[in-house]
């Protein structure tokens, strides 16, 4: 190692036992300190780890959590980057905490950002790329879809060597030619039916001839068996298949997958997805099914990802929102709640949010009406854009309250009149919420998950 690289590397650990020890974070800093002295510290860092990439729009976290929980039931030294670290100064970061063993195989399965992932390629050499799926989000980081997949096939391009396990429902990822080679993981539970996506559903025309893209089976948004009536493009053969799901509830789930049977201790489909790319990504390294179902039935909640909190006697559901997809699955999964429960939303316009909050018109809010909700909550930095969303979707003046601050949420969480609580909020309204959880004692760490 250079000796630019030590110093930076000794500095990096050193700022971070000092963050850590006195002020309980230091997830990004220790990482930016170490750049800051030698640009290429990471490709030093990072050279002896067998290295999977976990990115995409939506199930980056969740997808990364349980693949570390399923290697870790066959592998030693797992090292993955806390939630929110997720660009090039926290990845340095994760490398820096790192405490390997001699002489034992080490695996780093990180959860990278889709724009800073050509980047981060620059530097160290994945042997493989895991894509969730690419939806519209945030229009004014990312750009339209094709810009974000063009961002990731660029960064997998860094490692050619590498191959990319991509979600084979997903039209977008075999839509053009890349240079890594490519296998997939996807849904095959339903038997053929002719059928077209939503009119208003992103990504359904062929990129070969340009008609609209027809299905044999549909999960949601644009997932499926596409195929083009017009040409020959269509799905790809799927080497990882979920052939059965079997139970669905909004806390857990049921499936075969290669003719195993697992369980998921989180609700919701698009979990589901989480799930079955985890647990290709185990497959690939041999891991035996008994191992993954230990994985998988880790129900320790992820960061901001179905977290329950209990505030004196409420159990406080806390579910990341961003976009219109992943926001019509979290309903989706609510809407299988048995019992009344009592709703928040929290809504901020951070550039971390995306300060573009018109995405929120995109999603079936129009659904809570039909649910058994006898108290709702508008809140976060656009609360009045919340409220109205609610109320144009049918939520009666009667039961809809706006609560600006997020500092006071909690303490309105105690008049409310259920014992259920879910509040879903964008990621700077997570953090928020979180520290003030923390403050409070609800729950241990606060903005950053750790």
């Known amino acids: 190692m250079r000796i630019k690289s030590m110093v930076a590397t000794l500095v990096g650990r050193t700022s971070q036992w000092g963050l ?7 997830s990004s800093l220790p990482g930016k300190l170490a750049l800051s002295i030698d640009p ?4 030093h860092l990072a050279k002896d780890y067998q290295i999977v990439v976990i990115t995409g729009t939506n199930g980056k976290t969740l997808t990364t959590a349980l693949t570390v929980n399923i290697l870790k039931q066959e592998f030693d030294n797992v090292l993955t980057n806390p939630t929110g670290a997720n660009m090039v100064q926290g990845i340095v970061s994760t490398f820096l905490s790192a405490k390997p063993k001699k002489g034992q195989k080490k695996f780093a399965v990180l959860e990278i950002d889709e724009a800073s992932l050509r980047e981060v390629t620059k530097y160290l050499t994945p042997e493989l790329f895991v894509f969730t799926n690419i939806f519209r989000d945030q229009m004014d980081r990312y750009g339209e879809i094709y810009t974000t997949y063009q961002m990731i096939v660029d960064g997998a391009a860094n490692a050619p060597e590498a191959l990319i396990l991509a979600n084979g429902d997903a039209p977008i990822f075999n839509s053009i030619e890349t240079v890594n080679k490519q296998i997939y993981y996807g849904f095959d ?5 002719e059928q077209m996506a939503h009119y208003n559903t992103d990504n359904v025309l062929c990129p070969h001839c340009e008609h609209i893209l027809h299905y044999k089976m549909i999960t949601y948004a644009n997932l499926g ?3 083009c009536p017009n040409c020959d493009y269509k799905r790809p053969e799927l080497t990882y298949r979920l052939t059965d799901l079997t139970a669905m509830t909004n806390t857990s789930a049921n499936f075969i997958i290669d003719e195993e049977a ?4 989180v609700g919701g489909l698009y979990n589901v997805y989480n799930a079955l790319a985890a647990t290709a990504v185990a497959s690939h ?3 035996a099914p008994e191992k993954i179902r230990a994985g998988l039935a880790y129900d320790e909640k992820v960061f901001g990802r179905q977290e329950v909190i209990h505030v004196d006697g409420k159990e406080c559901t806390l579910v990341l929102v961003k976009n219109p997809v992943g926001l019509n699955q979290v309903i989706d999964m609510i809407g299988l709640t048995p019992e009344p429960f009592s709703l928040i939303c929290l809504l901020n316009a951070n550039y971390a949010d995306g300060i573009d909050v018109s995405w929120i018109w995109d999603g079936n809010h129009e659904a809570f009406a039909t649910m058994q909700i006898p108290a709702v909550i508008a809140g976060g930095d656009r609360h009045e854009d919340m409220a109205l969303r609610l109320k144009v979707a049918g939520i009666e003046e009667e039961r809809l309250t706006e609560v600006p ?5 909690v303490e309105e969480i105690h008049s409310l009149p259920t014992n259920k609580v879910y509040i879903l909020a964008t990621y700077t309204a997570v953090l928020q919420l979180r520290k003030k959880f923390a403050e409070k004692g609800y729950i241990k760490g606060g903005m950053s998950g750790e």
Do not use: A, C, W
């Open 20 to 26: 850590k020890t006195f002020f309980k974070g230091g």
């Open 40 to 43: 290429n510290v990471l490709s």
């Open 189 to 193: 539970h339903l038997p053929d039916q």
């Open 225 to 227: 068996k596409y195929y």
């Open 262 to 265: 697992y369980q998921l201790e």
């Open 285 to 287: 390294y041999h891991v």
């Open 405 to 409: 601050e997020i500092d006071r949420i």
